[in-house]
C-alpha cells in the first residue's frame, strides 16, 4: 500500500494493494469487518481490473496470514500490517485507513476504463488533445516527447508556458512524476539530472489550477503510478486531508493525467525505447495493464 511516511511510499504488490483499497473504502463507510474470503475475492477482481489472471491455489490465503497482525508468517517475515484479525474476521489496519492519499487515489479499473473510452489525438508532432467522456473530468492538453522538444514547444506558445499541470519523466531508467507551475524552469533542472522524456499534460480550460488541487493531483497521481512503475518519487508532500473541493477536483485532474499516460503509452507515441518503467514483481503486468479492459479468460480450445 501507499505510506503516509515521506519514504518507502510503496511495499506491496499492486493487485493486493487494489485489493486493500476496497476492502478500506467500503470499511470506512459501513464499519464491517471481512471474512478472509471476502478479501481474497477482492483480490482476484483487483487483479481481473488491471486485465491480469486470477490467481491459481492458496497465493492469496498466504498473502493474506503475511499481512495480518500477529500470524505465525507475518510475524517470521516481518511484514508491514495491512490487516487486523478480530473474531476470524479481518478489519484494516488503523495506518490503512488514516491515508487519505491511499484511500482516495482512483481504483485502477477507473482509470483503464477512463483511457479506453477517452479519445488521445494528435494536433501536431508532440502535442494532443485527450478528451475525456464524462463532465467530471477534465479534458487535457498533452505534450509528449524528448524533454527538451517539449521546453521547446512550451517557451513557444504563450498559452503553454502559464500554465500548470502534471508531468511524468523518463531518467536513469526510472519514472519520475510531479506538478509544475512553470515547466519550462523545471524541466531546465530536470535536463541537468539526466531526463530523457516527459509527458506534461494540463486542462484544455483557461482557468488556472489552483495550486491546493495541484498539490493533490500530485499526490495521487504518484500514489497510483507508485503501484505499477518503478517510481523514484520519495516524497508524497503533506499528509494533511484536502478539503473536500480541492480533493475532488484534484481526483478528477489525476484521474484524467493517468488515463491519458496510459492511453499514449497504448499507442506507442512516440516509437522509441519504452517510456514507461514498469515493476517487475508481477508477471505480465505491462502488457496486461495497456489492454485498458478487463481480464476475459481465452476460449477454450475446440478439438
Known sequence: M???????HHTDRPDFTAALRS?????RHRQEPFAPKDIQAAVQQARRDMGLPPYRGGAVSDYLQRRTKGTALQKQDNQPVHYLSVDRKLRPAPTV?????????ADHAVIR?????????????????????????PSLTVLVGEMAEVRRQVDSDPAFKARR???LLRRNGRNY????????????????????????????????????VLNVAESLTIASLSELLDLENGNLGSDETPRPQNLRE??????????????SAQQELPAGP???VWRTDVRGLAEAYLTLQPYQAPEPVTP
Open 97 to 105: 485507513m488514516s491515508n487519505w492519499r491511499f484511500l482516495e487515489a
Open 274 to 276: 519504452p517510456f514507461l
Open 165 to 167: 499541470g502534471l508531468y
Open 23 to 27: 476492502a478500506a473504502w467500503t470499511y
Open 250 to 263: 484534484g481526483s478528477a485532474f489525476a484521474t484524467a493525467f493517468l488515463a491519458a499516460v496510459f492511453r
Open 2 to 8: 501507499t505510506s503516509t511516511r515521506t519514504a518507502k
Open 113 to 137: 476504463l477512463t483511457a479506453f473510452q477517452g479519445l488521445l489525438s494528435k494536433v501536431q508532432d508532440g502535442q494532443y488533445t485527450f478528451s475525456t467522456r464524462g463532465s467530471h473530468l
Open 177 to 212: 512524476a510531479g506538478q509544475t507551475r512553470e515547466f519550462s524552469t523545471r524541466g531546465r533542472s530536470h535536463t541537468a539530472t539526466g531526463a530523457e522524456f516527459v509527458i506534461f499534460a494540463f486542462p484544455d480550460e483557461q482557468e488556472t489550477v489552483s495550486g491546493d
